[in-house]
């Protein structure tokens, strides 16, 4: 009984295991333990608490991914039930732009006392890679489900309107302080700063500023860590 019992948690632990593997868990993981030890470190030197927030966004970060893995275990489990994969794909697009929004705290950067400028540069830059894989790899678990049910070129329709909606979300969160909960909250008072910059694009040129930008930067990401180099089949 015992032995069919650790056969049974074996394989699971293995499933379990080729699963995260194929989702690039690992490697995010990793990075965001750098970035949880070099801010421990920073804070043992500096004896302050600055850039605390960086490990809340760093959180917010994750949601999108791992939302997404849930909504591919979801879709591995049962193709065809589509409808279950509602919740986990709207989790992951109302926080998807939480993840490239850590490369705009960049902006906080400035000499500091106790705490050597290349530190903070080292720090900060781990902490906008982690959230920019963070991003990719979460748009990349979706663009395969939704190839899945409509095909290869308009799941790439999928991901430009994404990361056009996360380079708004971002300025949406940097300059007018907009959270992702608040989609719910507030839904009309995001609805009318989004509409007043549409019908006055040219009284908020730094609102399309942003959003292309970064939406250029996420694409220009995207394709360099999905279309990059592959090594011979053997």
């Known amino acids: 009984m015992e032995h069919r019992i650790d056969t049974l948690l074996s394989e699971r632990l293995s499933r ?6 194929r989702q690039g868990f690992y490697p995010v ?5 750098l970035c949880a030890g070099l801010y421990v470190t920073r804070v043992f030197i500096g004896r302050t608490w600055d850039f605390y927030s960086m490990l809340w966004n760093l959180f917010l970060a994750w949601i999108p991914y791992l939302s997404s893995m849930w909504a591919m275990h979801l879709h591995e489990r049962r193709p065809r039930r589509w409808w279950t994969l ?39 830059a781990t902490f906008a890679w ?13 663009q395969e489900i939704v190839k899945a049910w409509v095909g290869r070129w308009l799941s790439w329709g999928f991901v430009l309107v994404v990361l056009g909606m996360s380079g708004m979300g971002i300025y949406l969160g940097r300059f007018l302080r907009w959270n992702s909960w608040d989609l719910v909250l507030q839904p009309k008072a995001i609805l009318y700063d989004i ?7 040219f009284g908020h040129l730094s609102t399309y500023g942003v959003t292309l930008m970064f939406s250029a930067l996420m694409f220009v990401c995207y394709l360099a860590l999905t279309a990059g180099p592959k090594s011979k089949p053997e």
């Not at 993981?29 to 333990?33: D, K, V, W």
């Not at 509409?195 to 694009?201: E, F, S, V």
Request: aromatic share 12%; proline share 9%.
């Open 16 to 21: 379990l295991h080729a699963f995260l593997k």
């Open 29 to 33: 993981a990793i990075s965001s333990a």
């Open 86 to 124: 509602l919740v986990p794909f709207a989790i992951t697009l109302a926080f998807f732009p939480n993840a490239p929004y850590i490369v705009t705290d960049l902006l906080h950067l400035g000499p500091r006392a106790t705490i050597p400028l290349w530190f903070d540069i080292g720090m900060l």
């Open 130 to 142: 982690t959230g920019i894989i963070l991003g990719i790899y979460a748009l990349r678990l979706m």
């Open 195 to 201: 509409a007043i910059r549409l019908r006055h694009p």
